[in-house]
């Protein structure tokens, strides 16, 4: 389901249950920009119930049952999508109603439980620094050890042409979102690795 990735809590509902409540039973339309699967054979699609206006994605992020994904290219619909995991939020309706959805990337064993899930971190970047093909907004003084986020070279253009510069986001509080990886290296901490300018959230200036 593009524009959203499953979240739960414990003893909250399952990203299954949540989905069945809204479609079981009922018709679906599935609308996609482009018919070829992605790499894994999936087919991406919006999710509407047949005969209504009502965008299933939207409504399990109005009701907190998932997280947004920054995979939606139309400004308008991801502002829209946005827009109801905000009110979520606000609101601690569903998964928001639990302290632990947002990491701290103060805390890197704590986000390193998610290795391979998509996840949500908060913190101040420190420091951003170059390293070949790649540049590294750091979250911590030791920067093998503590959360990090790569950025390829190949994608800096689309940030820089939506006005983001990388040492811009030096000491400012951001929020990331995107897939858990550890980094190369024994005892190294974890990464998440954005290609997207929407998988960055800048919460405070300088």
């Known amino acids: 389901m593009v524009g959203i990735e499953p979240a739960s809590v414990d003893g909250g509902t399952t990203p299954a249950d949540a989905l069945a409540e809204l479609v079981r039973g009922r018709d679906v339309v599935l609308r996609g920009t482009d018919d070829a699967p992605d790499r894994y054979g999936r087919q991406s699609a919006f999710v509407f119930v047949a005969d209504s206006d009502v965008l299933v994605q939207h409504e399990l992020l109005a009701r907190g049952e998932a997280l947004l994904a920054a995979d939606v290219t139309d400004k308008d619909c991801a502002a829209t999508l946005a827009a109801a995991e905000s009110e979520a939020r606000s609101a601690r309706r569903g998964i928001w109603s639990s302290a632990t959805v947002i990491k701290s990337a103060e805390s890197p064993a704590d986000i ?37 986020v790569t950025i390829s070279r190949r994608v800096l253009p689309a940030f820089e042409a939506a006005g983001l510069a990388m040492k811009s986001l030096e000491q400012r509080r951001i929020r990331v979102r995107g897939w858990v990886e550890a980094r190369p290296g024994s005892n190294s901490g974890p990464r998440i690795d ?13």
């Open 112 to 148: 390193l439980t998610g290795i391979g899930r998509f996840t949500v971190v908060e913190g101040k970047v420190l420091s951003v620094r170059q390293a070949g093909t790649t540049t590294y907004l750091n979250f911590a003084r030791n920067w093998t050890r503590g959360f990090a």
């Open 194 to 206: 954005v290609a997207k300018v929407a998988q960055i959230e800048i919460l405070s200036s300088n």
